[in-house]
């Protein structure tokens, strides 16, 4: 029996916007009234209502998760370069975080920036060959306003999407798999019972406490937990197997946005911030909800 998404869904028709652009992730609505995303190939493209795609920048290091930080500036996690960082107004680039401890980071996947001007984002580590990796965790890191990075937690077996609750007082964070053998499930359609969103609450001192697991995402459709985003009211929406999953406060699954694609993450935007964008793969799609989504600036 399909999912009843009437309460969330202003209209099931989802809407091809762009196509043929590579393997797309890392969506952003910017307050100039146009969209961000990128091409894990390495470029930073725009779409534009009115003007469609444009490329931004070239070689960004297979970036992916995008936010702002407070003063409005790009944010940037760069798989291949380990790294994150931060375009500038004048177009020049500063790497924000790339060593923990002095040991280079595993492979920076998403970012979310809090109102206290902290920046959070997610390292997971089994896609660096082990003889790379500099540390031996997968981590949910946070660079604190005065630049300073520190570890919020180490208790992710591959943390990857990430929102705040809509008070920022619990992290969300999405788990794609827990180790090498979860690979070869998915390659053989079989179901993976490691998919899973867990909940974190967010203590003063910036750390995340009292982890628990919020929802299982457990699938053997196409699909992986991926990008991470919150509405207003504090549902949770996460890409997944076969769509959008959505789930209530207390982790309750209402039901599945799909279109047949298996999108890697979304992005709330639009005048009214009631269009979710989502990225599957070589396209930029949007769909029309009834509640606005958490802005990132």
Request: some cysteine; glycine content about 12%; proline content about 6%.
């Amino acid at each position: 029996m399909p999912d009843d998404l009437s309460s969330i869904l202003e209209s099931p028709e989802h809407t091809l916007l762009a196509s043929g652009l590579g393997a797309t992730e890392g969506p952003l609505w910017h307050p100039g009234g146009y969209l961000t995303l990128v091409d894990l190939g390495g470029r930073l493209l725009k779409w534009d209502p009115n003007a469609g795609i444009s490329v931004l920048r070239e070689d960004t290091g297979e970036g992916n998760g995008c936010t702002f930080d407070r003063d409005g500036n790009l944010i940037m996690c760069e798989g291949e370069h380990r790294s994150v960082t931060r375009s500038n107004s004048d177009g020049t680039i500063t790497t924000i975080a790339d060593r923990y401890q002095g040991k280079l980071l595993n492979r920076p996947n998403d970012v979310v920036c809090r109102s206290d001007r902290s920046i959070y984002f997610t390292d997971p580590s089994l896609r660096v060959p082990a003889n790379d990796r500099q540390y031996g965790f997968a981590g949910v890191f946070r660079i604190a306003p005065d630049g300073e990075l520190h570890l919020a937690t180490d208790c992710c077996e591959y943390p990857n999407g990430l929102a705040f609750s809509p008070d920022e007082s619990v992290m969300y964070v999405s788990i794609t798999r827990v180790s090498e053998e979860c690979f070869g499930e998915r390659e053989r359609g079989e179901m993976c019972a490691h998919m899973k969103i867990r909940a974190f609450d967010v203590a003063p001192d910036g750390s995340l406490v009292n982890n628990r697991i919020f929802a299982d995402m457990s699938s053997a459709d196409e699909g992986l937990p991926d990008g991470l985003k919150v509405d207003v009211e504090g549902r949770v929406y996460c890409t997944g197997p076969a769509g959008v999953w959505v789930f209530d406060p207390q982790g309750n699954k209402l039901g599945v946005i799909g279109n047949g694609t298996a999108p890697r993450n979304l992005a709330f935007g639009g005048e009214d911030f009631r269009t979710i964008f989502t990225t599957p793969g070589d396209s930029l799609y949007s769909v029309r909800v009834k509640t606005p989504g958490i802005k990132p600036y």
